[in-house]
């Protein structure tokens, strides 16, 4: 089985409370004693996990990254597919939110648009399996918990993906800089998929083709774009903005 190495405080807290069966070995550096570290001490002991007290020098040869003295070998999170996103549009629930990343490669931007996704209460965030990036242990630090919460769908062919959500009932918005509305201005009420191009070449052709309406953040700046993470974040609290009036 795969697996990956989770670090940080709050990315191995967040598994230990959501997930605690991925955590596999538990390392934690030698002489660290504080309370936010036996507070997850206690939560690893709870759920049965073996602890490993190591040099800190092996901990920073174990991740690429800042581990605060805490580094977990875990089962790695698997992806899911079309089969997983058929039952959720099964549900037919009321007014569900899905975010479409087409192209999005980079695993930080990833993981804040899960985060980001999580917080606007998102159903699924959706990604073609070619040219996206994986759920990996940077993914899982980044969106700080939301990669266990989340389902992250990817598929094999983007295009028919979104014409099944339409069958579905579901409105695609697609982001480009072409468009002629804004997000302020376009209804972005009801079911609805919110489609996130790759910072630079935006959303490909067939899946600006595919989109029911098309929308831009409008810049007042000298600077064109944002990174993609956070235009995520300003559309989706623009579409939760917009559904609670």
């Not at 037919?92 to 087409?102: A, S, T, V």
Request: charged share 20%.
């Amino acid at each position: 089985m795969s697996s990956e190495r989770v670090f940080g405080l709050h990315a191995v807290s967040s598994v230990l409370q959501r997930d605690p069966v991925r955590i596999k070995v538990l390392f934690v550096q030698e002489g660290r004693d504080d309370d936010r570290l036996n507070r997850l001490l206690e939560q690893a002991e709870a759920a049965g996990i073996t602890v490993q007290r190591s040099a800190r020098k092996r901990l920073d040869g174990m991740v690429d990254g800042v581990h605060q003295g805490v580094v977990a070998d875990c089962k790695a999170i698997s992806a899911g597919d079309e089969s997983d996103l058929q039952k959720l549009l099964a549900q037919q629930l009321e007014n569900p939110l899905f975010l479409i990343l087409d192209g999005v490669t980079d695993p930080h931007n990833l993981g804040a648009c899960l985060r980001t996704a999580e917080a606007a209460g998102v159903l699924a965030v959706i990604a073609p399996k070619d040219k996206s990036a994986p759920l990996n242990a940077t993914v899982s630090k980044v969106a700080c918990g939301a990669a266990e919460i989340v389902p992250y769908i990817q598929v094999t062919n983007l295009s028919r993906t979104l014409q099944a959500l339409q069958q579905a009932g579901v409105w695609i918005t697609g982001t480009a800089g072409e468009a002629q509305q804004t997000l302020f201005e376009a209804n972005l009420k009801g079911p609805a998929a919110l489609v996130m191009g790759a910072e630079g070449k935006g959303l490909r052709r067939l899946t600006r083709e595919r989109c029911d309406q098309l929308i831009k953040i409008p810049m007042l700046g000298s600077i064109s774009s944002l990174n993609v993470s956070v235009a995520t974040g300003v559309c989706l609290f623009e579409i939760v903005r917009q559904r609670s009036l």
